[in-house]
């Protein structure tokens, strides 16, 4: 799970895409990296281009694909889809990855063993540089996961490594950005 939230958060901010070397890859990766180069370039002089830039879900998705970010432990895969101020996240995960070493009797953490197919419903925006995450609903294999045992789970396994993630988060948003929107299958970010 912790991939999950931290991929999410990244896609919202762009705070680790923007951070990466560019590796070769197919043109939509490299699309993307074009761009997160222009936001990093632009907040460096006094007054910034405040045109937004927009980033497609197609381009997001090739470049988290091409290998291009260091996908957090347990995390195989994972790809979203935007619409409206909603993001939608599909992630492949190895619970037992995220858990290694760390072990629990609690029954709540059962469901959270082997691999599985996780979906997260969140609503995220970003407005005068504060990104705000919100976590609707989270499936694993089509199952709907009680909030309680996803909350215990991410304060056992995911809050000791990110403290900021949880089913609410609130972030400084990089780069001077000032604004960041879910589109219509895109990502709008605009600096100040």
């Known amino acids: 799970m912790s991939g999950v939230w931290t991929i999410g958060i990244v896609v919202i901010t762009t705070v680790w895409l923007a951070g990466q070397q560019p590796v070769p890859g197919d043109l939509l990766a490299e699309s993307l990296q074009r761009k997160l180069n222009h936001i990093r370039e632009n907040a460096k002089p006094a007054h910034c281009d405040q045109t937004p830039t927009v980033m497609t879900e197609e381009e997001i998705n090739h470049y988290l694909a091409s290998g291009r970010v260091k996908l957090p432990r347990g995390v195989e ?23 290694s070493g760390q072990h629990s009797s609690n029954p709540l953490l059962s469901i959270f063993s082997g691999t599985g197919t996780v979906w997260v419903e969140a609503d995220a925006s970003g407005a005068a540089g504060q990104g705000k995450v919100h976590v609707r609903s989270i499936t694993l294999d089509g199952v709907d996961i009680p909030r309680i045992a996803l909350e215990f789970f991410l304060s056992r396994f995911v809050t000791p490594k990110y403290p900021s993630v949880g089913m609410d988060s609130e972030f400084r948003l990089p780069d001077r950005i000032d604004t960041a929107s879910i589109g219509y299958h895109k990502l709008i970010v605009s600096q100040k």
């Open 77 to 99: 895969q994972i790809a979203f889809q935007g619409q409206s101020g909603v993001v939608t996240a599909r992630a492949i995960i190895d619970f037992d990855e995220i858990a």
